[in-house]
T-cell receptor
Framework: GAVVSQHPSWVICKSGTSVKIECRSL??????MFWYRQFPKQSLMLMAT?????????EQGVEKDKFLINHASLTLSTLTVTSAHPEDSSFYIC????????????FGPGTRLTVT | DQQVKQNSPSLSVQEGRISILNCDYT??????FLWYKKYPAEGPTFLIS?????DKNEDGRFTVFLNKSAKHLSLHIVPSQPGDSAVYFC?????????FGAGTTVTVRA
């Protein structure tokens, strides 16, 4: 159990457009979901924490108006990159937890975003 | 400010030998530590963890050691197998979020 999926697995979009990435917990209800960003050969950087039905909490330096997060249900969170620019190209990974145990995160397979 | 550091970006080891991965942290509020394995274009998968009240945890070929006074942990893989070739991330939890190191790429040579 504890499977997290992401869709799409990769996406290419033009500068100025918006792209939505979905994160789903397939076999459990996720009280909290996390969105990370990973640059090549670098660490996973936490972007934001989202709880179902409430506003996401963004990490310092992450533009909340650019990276819109919606946690509409206990099994779905979405990340929308608005007005994408080439510097937004990255690997985006979500994770989910079943209860309040932050250290038991189940990660999705990631989404490769390329902005041209 | 990187609170979790993996200073060795890569490690090459012969099959059957021991792999030792190291991780240092700066935040004394971290109370739980984890190791993840990651393949390219995939999400991390959990390997092994340790609570700050312990100094060792073992699971099959994987053992994690924690030295709180030195703010250092290590992962031992014995014996190393070709399927162990991947990127290994060290992570630490303060109860609110996970902080990750930059990863160590392990290559197991036949």
């Amino acid at each position: 159990g504890a499977v997290v999926s992401q869709h799409p697995s990769w996406v290419i979009c033009k500068s100025g457009t918006s792209v939505k990435i979905e994160c789903r917990s397939l076999d459990f209800q996720a009280t909290t979901m996390f969105w990370y960003r990973q640059f090549p050969k670098q660490s996973l950087m936490l972007m934001a924490t989202s709880n179902e039905g409430s506003k996401a909490t963004y990490e310092q330096g992450v533009e909340k108006d650019k990276f819109l997060i919606n946690h509409a249900s206990l099994t779905l969170s979405t990340l929308t990159v608005t007005s994408a620019h080439p510097e937004d190209s990255s690997f985006y990974i979500c994770s989910a937890i079943r209860d309040s145990r932050i250290y038991e995160q189940y990660f999705g397979p990631g989404t490769r975003l390329t902005v041209t | 400010d990187q609170q979790v550091k993996q200073n060795s970006p890569s490690l090459s080891v012969q099959e059957g030998r021991i792999s030792i991965l190291n991780c240092d942290y700066t935040n004394s509020m971290f109370d739980y530590f984890l190791w993840y394995k990651k393949y390219p274009a995939e999400g991390p998968t959990f390997l092994i963890s340790i609570s700050s009240i312990k100094d060792k945890n073992e699971d099959g070929r994987f053992t994690v050691f924690l030295n709180k006074s030195a703010k250092h942990l290590s992962l031992h893989i014995v014996p190393s197998q070709p399927g162990d070739s991947a990127v290994y991330f060290c992570a630490a939890s303060d109860g609110y979020k996970l902080s990750f190191g930059a990863g160590t790429t392990v290559t197991v040579r036949a």
